[in-house]
């Protein structure tokens, strides 16, 4: 196999397995053979195919996105930036998201232009939520991701007829059908001859899947040893739903079910019975995540343009949650997404020391790659997979360099990226992913995003245009 190595590296974020955590080396090496890391650190002596000047690089394991909506997403921006429902508790879940989609053309554009931005910003492994599509297992393969494919489905779809009321319409088989497709998309993602490609199995929320599709569902990722997704405690909506439907909170509800426990990842689990927007007061879904071994998806972008945010991931992550970090929704930018996390905490709790740097970027590293089941990613060891980054530190946005991480997350971002490797791949070369034809991708999607505009009023209960439901910053002359 090749071997490559980054010849003196500036600075490296080491992981140091008697300490059970990264630590920073400095003016080493870095060697990787095929997609296993053979050297890290001092002065690497062997064979070499491949050298790269690592004099102005920081060197860093590869983030672990444990959350993602990539056939979406990417086209919501500029519609869904300042948009949610005031009879819906703030969110945009129902009234607005239903109606403004991507279509079947648009969609692998959409894919595209989301894989090459979560690439650029570091990220290596990617939990990518999805309805499942033609061509999705090949592109995420031709991405050069390390991907676990999760194809969402569910027991009924929810719609609102009037804005304030959330009605659920229930298929016949409860979802049956859904699940056995979603079953055959993961088998196909496994059998993928890439060898990057993995599954999770994911029923879509709480409120639109019956307790049965759950279980079930809990119950096969348990006995295939695969990890296991679910929508839960997200809004004020599912919250009241879900209560009024069981007489308990969404997270006593799952775990009534036998599912709130390890192996089981809740997307998102912001709306605690503690939480200030809601009111139940004789639970303690507290401790009870933090009893279960559950662990917790935290996306904070997406709820804090909704005005809503964790109470908080600091607390979390103190009390022994596991948590991993997503990115559900634009921009998809994990740097971006560790630094939101960071300042909302802090606000939240008034108090800067709520969350350090160093959590979060466990979170995004160790943290996700462990809730995933997996101890050779995340991490710069001899032995774990060759997932990677390198960033400039010359660049204007990195200098001075006192931290690096502290410039990358707080200042630089997914600017200062410059190179990515994955399973040893070089998939992000100066910064451009060679894999995808970004700007006919952007054109496409832009495209798409006309198509959706004009569909719009065809889908709104209130008959509005796209721009009155969404109205521009500005009126347009």
């Known amino acids: 196999m090749p071997v490559t190595v980054i010849r003196n590296a500036a600075w490296i974020v080491a992981y140091d397995a008697e300490q059970g955590s990264h630590q920073y080396l400095t003016g080493g090496d870095v060697a990787f053979d095929g997609d296993t890391i053979t050297h890290v650190g001092g002065r690497y002596d062997g064979p070499a195919e491949t050298e790269i000047d690592g004099t102005n690089r920081l060197v860093s394991p590869g983030l672990v996105n444990i959350h993602s909506h990539p056939s979406s997403e990417a086209m919501n921006k500029g519609f869904l930036d300042e948009l949610g429902s005031p009879r819906l508790g703030m969110s945009s879940l129902y009234e607005y998201m239903p109606l403004f989609r991507c279509d079947d053309e648009g969609r692998e554009a959409c894919v595209q232009v989301t894989y090459s931005e979560l690439l650029k910003s570091g990220v290596t492994t990617l939990v990518d939520l999805s309805v499942a599509w033609d061509g999705w297992i090949d592109t995420f393969a031709a991405s050069g991701l390390r991907g676990i494919v999760s194809p969402m489905y569910r ?19 409860g979802g049956r059908a859904a699940m056995e497709q979603a079953i055959a998309t993961v088998d196909a993602a496994m059998a993928h001859p890439s060898g990057r490609l993995s599954g999770m199995i994911s029923p879509s929320q709480i409120d639109t899947c019956t307790p049965e599709l759950i279980r079930d569902s809990f119950a096969l990722a348990q006995e295939r040893g695969l990890p296991f997704q679910i929508h839960a405690a997200q809004s004020v909506v599912e919250f009241t739903e879900i209560t009024r439907r069981h007489g308990m909170t969404p997270l006593e509800w799952l775990d009534s079910l036998g599912v709130l426990k390890a192996g089981a990842i809740i997307g998102h689990g912001i709306f605690l019975n503690d939480y200030g927007h809601v009111f139940w007061p004789e639970a303690d879904d507290f401790g009870l995540l933090q009893r279960s071994g559950a662990a917790v998806a935290h996306c904070p972008t997406v709820f804090q343009r ?7 991931v600091g607390r979390y992550i103190r009390g022994g949650i596991p948590v991993g970090i997503g990115t559900d929704t634009y921009p998809h930018n994990m740097l971006e997404e560790m630094r939101t996390a960071l300042y909302i905490s802090r606000v939240v709790s008034r108090n800067p020391y709520d969350l350090r740097t160093s959590d979060i970027f466990d979170a995004a590293t160790t943290g996700g790659a ?30 001075p360099v006192r931290d690096p991480l502290r ?4 200042v630089a971002a997914e600017r200062a990226v410059k190179d990515v490797f994955v399973d040893g791949r070089h998939v992000v070369v100066d910064g451009e992913v060679p894999a995808f034809d970004l700007p006919a991708a952007l054109e496409k999607l832009e495209a798409a995003q006309r198509r959706a505009e004009e569909a719009f009023r065809t889908l709104d209960f209130a008959g509005r245009t796209h721009d009155q439901a969404s109205p521009f910053t500005y009126g347009r002359g």
Not at 155 to 171: C, F, I, K, L, P
Not at 306 to 312: A, E, L, V
Not at 377 to 383: E, F, N
Not at 407 to 410: G, T
């Open 155 to 173: 027991s009924a779809r929810w719609y609102t007829d009037n804005g304030h009321v959330v009605n659920y319409e229930w298929e016949a088989d």
């Open 306 to 312: 909704r005005g809503i945010t964790m109470n908080t």
């Open 370 to 399: 462990k809730i995933l089941g997996r101890d050779d990613i995340g991490r710069l060891a001899v032995g774990a997979k060759a997932d990677l980054f390198l960033a400039d530190i010359t660049h204007p946005q990195m200098m």
């Open 407 to 410: 410039s990358l997350i707080y």
